[in-house]
């Protein structure tokens, strides 16, 4: 069942926002030059060379999972086991967590680097991702009240509020909740993660009908999105989408399987 909480109505951000934003950071880069998340050389946050190093997912992507496939549609895995997201209607992801892009983004979540937020966010915002998702609120998956007392900020947040920002799209903070805090799914197997994260999220009623996209940083098996999906869709959700920046590597048996081919025994 759904759990009543407090929501306040989706406002549709505006580009002026993330523009007053970056003359703030700008004036605070003149008097603290920055260092690249990425490579550490002075002078950007994210430099050029490090963007271009980002290893994004190539299309075509799987119809559900969203992960490259050889040709249009569902991966062999999906195929074979078409609830494994499930209720997600999809999942996009940018790029693959590693090299330049999984250091900018450990540094934005445990380095209180939330200027970076903004700088990935456009990147996010100005992808491809956007040209298959319909219009739709952004939610940020919630952080429980006890890991945001610790980190200070929930990086999702920050990363929906510049993606809203620059695509003109309303955010919906407050219309899931974390109903329990969980422990960290780092080192957890996927079986581990959807336990861990099973019935942890609650959704506000107001969602009836409504389709939303769930902004993460990462990706790594998918089971956090899933459960937060499920609590929208028990509120009466029409559609979830999940669309985060980064994306774990699948595994070699996973890569035979979404590419057709049959795994070695």
Same mark, same amino acid.
């Given at each position: 069942? +759904?759990? +009543?909480?407090?929501a306040?109505?989706?406002?549709?951000?505006?580009?002026?926002?993330?523009? /007053?934003?970056? %003359?703030?950071w700008?004036?605070?880069?003149?008097?603290?030059?920055?260092?690249?998340?990425?490579?550490? =050389?002075?002078?950007?946050?994210?430099?050029?060379?490090c963007?271009?190093?980002?290893? /994004?997912a190539?299309?075509?992507?799987?119809d559900?999972?969203g992960?490259?496939v050889?040709?249009? %549609?569902l991966? +062999?895995?999906? =195929?074979?086991?078409?609830?494994?997201?499930a209720?997600? *209607?999809?999942l996009?992801?940018?790029?693959?967590?590693?090299?330049?892009?999984?250091?900018?983004?450990?540094?934005?979540k445990? =380095?209180?680097?939330?200027?970076? +937020?903004?700088s990935?966010?456009? /990147?996010?915002?100005?992808?491809?991702?956007? !040209? $298959?998702?319909? &219009?739709?609120?952004?939610?940020?998956?919630?952080?429980?009240?006890?890991?945001?007392?610790?980190? %200070?900020? #929930? =990086?999702?947040?920050?990363?929906?509020?510049?993606?809203?920002?620059?695509?003109?799209?309303p955010?919906?903070?407050?219309v899931?909740? !974390?109903? !329990?805090?969980t422990?960290?799914?780092?080192?957890?197997s996927?079986?581990?993660?959807?336990? #861990?994260?099973h019935? @942890?999220?609650?959704?506000?009623?107001?969602?009836?009908?409504?389709?939303?996209?769930?902004?993460?940083?990462?990706?790594? *098996?998918?089971? *956090?999105?899933?459960?937060?999906?499920?609590? /929208?869709? $028990?509120?009466?959700?029409? @559609?979830?989408?999940?669309? *985060?920046?980064?994306?774990?590597?699948?595994s070699?048996?996973?890569?035979?399987?979404?590419?057709?081919? &049959?795994?070695?025994?």
């Open positions: 069942m +759904a759990v +009543a909480v407090s306040r109505p989706d406002t549709v951000r505006r580009p002026w926002r993330l523009w /007053l934003r970056q %003359g703030l700008a004036g605070i880069d003149l008097l603290f030059p920055p260092r690249c998340a990425g490579c550490g =050389q002075p002078g950007a946050r994210l430099c050029a060379a963007v271009a190093a980002f290893d /994004l190539p299309a075509p992507w799987c559900h999972c992960l490259p050889a040709l249009p %549609g991966c +062999a895995l999906c =195929q074979a086991a078409p609830d494994r997201l209720p997600l *209607t999809g996009r992801s940018l790029a693959w967590f590693d090299g330049p892009l999984q250091s900018a983004l450990h540094r934005l445990y =380095q209180r680097d939330i200027i970076l +937020a903004d990935l966010g456009v /990147l996010l915002a100005h992808s491809v991702l956007w !040209r $298959e998702l319909p &219009p739709a609120a952004l939610v940020p998956v919630p952080l429980s009240p006890e890991r945001r007392r610790e980190r %200070g900020y #929930n =990086q999702a947040a920050l990363l929906a509020r510049a993606v809203a920002d620059w695509r003109g799209l955010v919906a903070d407050r899931v909740r !974390r109903a !329990r805090h422990p960290s799914q780092v080192g957890l996927a079986a581990e993660r959807r336990a #861990n994260v019935g @942890a999220f609650a959704a506000h009623s107001s969602a009836v009908g409504l389709t939303f996209v769930l902004i993460d940083d990462v990706c790594t *098996t998918g089971a *956090t999105l899933a459960a937060c999906a499920a609590a /929208l869709v $028990e509120a009466g959700a029409a @559609a979830v989408w999940g669309v *985060t920046l980064a994306r774990a590597r699948f070699p048996v996973d890569s035979r399987l979404r590419a057709g081919r &049959p795994t070695a025994k």
